[in-house]
């Protein structure tokens, strides 16, 4: 099939504020689920960094991210973006969001951990996500140009000589034959690799299919081994967790262990503010030495919490648990994957006519360890850069005509004891303490069920749970979000960022296996 639409793969922030950005060019959008569902945008309750205040600036939101990365920020990037922050919230604004204000309409500001100011602007406290994407959602609905097909499945691009061609897909859920689809130019928009976890805040499909495709496609992937760990996932037996926003922490929650004891105050200045990797550790201290880590709401904001954050209130209920009586439980899990598609400043990936934004990418805004709520802002800005240079790459863009898919027939179900065992060696050894053995063995593991693997979807989980684990690795140090026991300490000379295709993972991967045996 053919089509003079851009393509669009993935519905979350991104993939929505692309698309409105490229109106009236027609636009192809490839969502897995009806729109809004399954994006991890909507689950997103921080929300989105800028510095609106007047006691703040760009300045000092981009010296914070600097410093949050650990010595890997692309501080060009983090410039840019930062500068660029405020306009996006009053563009948010204008298109219908209902951020929180204050009696003055200032926006109310939340605190979350490794800012130097109250940064966060926030809706209904923690349904950011959920109503920026409502808002999204409906304009989009509402924009001719944009065809959105719901219950597709990209599961690979199209190439000839460098150049990106097209897109693979099909039907999700219930799988059908492949079909191709030609397109212009393709922007991926589809999400990070959290779910290659067994313990992730991500929805159940984001399991890094997008960058393990693009990745086989032959584009350059970045910081695949920055894989940021949420400390604070509720711990009461969901898959995926869900999560106990870091506002809470910022409203003054409190970290304490089965007797009551605050852990934090020793683990370092900032104590339940500390950097987000180093509360994540703690907490995994904690839970291996059966200290049963909580967080304690209760004096901080009563039965408030109820009510400033309805969706840690709606975790809670769903486990039938009072978090207004007791402290939550909570655990380590798998949140926000830094490395991606390698993309420039225009949200270009090494591919001709490939386009990255989002958590599919990475951009060098993130470092090693993604400052919190930076993630959206991020998305926000390159979905607008990506457009933009979508646009002058193009030039104009013909009308389209709607694209029909008559599925064919066939077949693509995902094994799910494969992807089980995948996401468990990835917990046990790639998780948020590494050693060399372990990341052999999981090495060796993932080249086993890629070996075994029938469909396209695993092979693509497969190829980024080998980016992932590889570049582990080969990084023979601690920083940020990838701590090694067998290296404890950052290594000036590595201070650097990773760029790495699938072929030089797979030669990583061969050398671990024979390493083993
Ligand atoms: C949170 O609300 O704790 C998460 C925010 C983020 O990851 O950016």
């Known amino acids: 099939m053919k089509t003079d639409r851009i393509v669009i793969v993935g519905a979350g922030m991104g993939a929505l504020f692309a698309a409105l950005s490229l109106a009236p060019r027609p636009v192809l959008m490839i ?8 994006a991890s945008s909507a689950w997103a309750q921080g929300g989105v960094a800028a510095a609106m205040a007047e006691t703040d600036s760009p300045e000092a939101h981009a010296a914070d991210t600097v410093t949050a990365g650990a010595g890997t920020v692309d501080a060009d990037v983090a410039t840019m973006v930062t500068a660029d922050a405020a306009h996006f919230i009053l563009d948010l604004t204008d298109l219908g969001t209902p951020f929180d204000r204050d009696d003055n309409g200032g926006y109310v500001m939340s605190r979350e951990a490794a800012h130097s100011a109250a940064r966060v602007v926030r809706v209904q406290g923690d349904q950011a996500g959920r109503q920026i994407m ?45 079909i191709v689809i030609h397109a212009p130019a393709v922007l991926l928009a589809g999400g990070g690799s959290g779910g290659l976890f067994a313990h992730t805040t991500n929805p159940p499909r984001i399991r890094g299919q997008v960058i393990g495709f693009a990745a086989r496609a032959g584009a350059m ?26 506002a809470l922490r910022g409203e003054g929650a409190v970290l ?25 550790r703690a907490i995994f201290k904690q839970t291996q030495a059966e200290m049963r880590p909580m967080l304690d709401t209760r004096a901080a904001l009563g039965d408030s919490v109820l009510t400033r954050f309805p969706a840690v209130a709606e975790a809670c209920a769903r486990a039938g648990f ?21 993309t420039d400043a225009d949200g270009r990936a090494s591919l001709g006519r490939l386009w990255v934004c989002g958590e599919a990418s990475s951009t060098g805004l993130h470092g090693a360890n993604r400052l919190a709520s930076n993630g959206l802002l991020e998305a926000l800005v390159y979905a607008r850069k990506a457009a933009e240079d979508i646009v002058r ?47 052999r063995h999981a090495l060796a593991t993932i080249a086993e069920i890629e070996a ?13 749970a080998t980016l992932i684990a590889a570049a582990a690795l080969a990084r023979e140090e601690s920083r940020g ?12 000379a590595q201070a650097h960022r990773t760029k790495i295709t699938l072929d030089r993972a797979m030669d990583i991967r061969s050398k671990a296996v024979e390493a083993l045996t």
């Open 31 to 38: 969502s897995p689920e009806r729109l809004g569902e399954g």
């Open 134 to 178: 409502e808002t999204l959602i409906g304009r989009v609905r509402n924009t001719p140009s944009v065809q959105v097909i719901e219950g597709a499945l990209a599961t690979g691009l199209e190439t000839d000589g460098g150049r990106v061609t097209g897109v693979w897909l099909r039907r999700a859920g219930d799988p059908s034959g492949k």
């Open 221 to 246: 992937i970045a910081d695949p081994e920055f894989v940021q760990f949420h400390p604070t996932a509720i711990d009461m037996g969901e898959d995926p967790m869900p999560l106990a926003t870091e």
């Open 256 to 280: 304490v262990d089965k007797d009551g004891t605050r852990f934090m105050l020793e683990e370092h200045p900032d104590a339940e503010l500390a950097p987000r990797d180093i509360v994540a």
């Open 322 to 342: 009072d978090p207004v009586a007791n402290p939550i439980p909570v655990a380590v899990a798998a949140h926000y994957h830094m490395g991606g598609v390698d």
């Open 393 to 439: 790459t193009l030039g104009d863009v013909p009308t389209a005509s709607e694209v029909q898919i008559d599925w064919p027939e066939g077949g693509d179900p995902v094994n799910g004891d494969a992807v089980q065992r995948l996401r468990d060696t990835m917990t046990e050894h790639v998780g948020v303490r590494r050693n060399a053995l372990g990341l």
């Open 452 to 464: 075994a693997a029938e469909t396209e979807t695993l092979r693509n989980m497969t190829a980024t």
């Open 481 to 492: 979000g990838h701590f090694r026991d067998d290296f404890p300490d950052p290594d000036p």
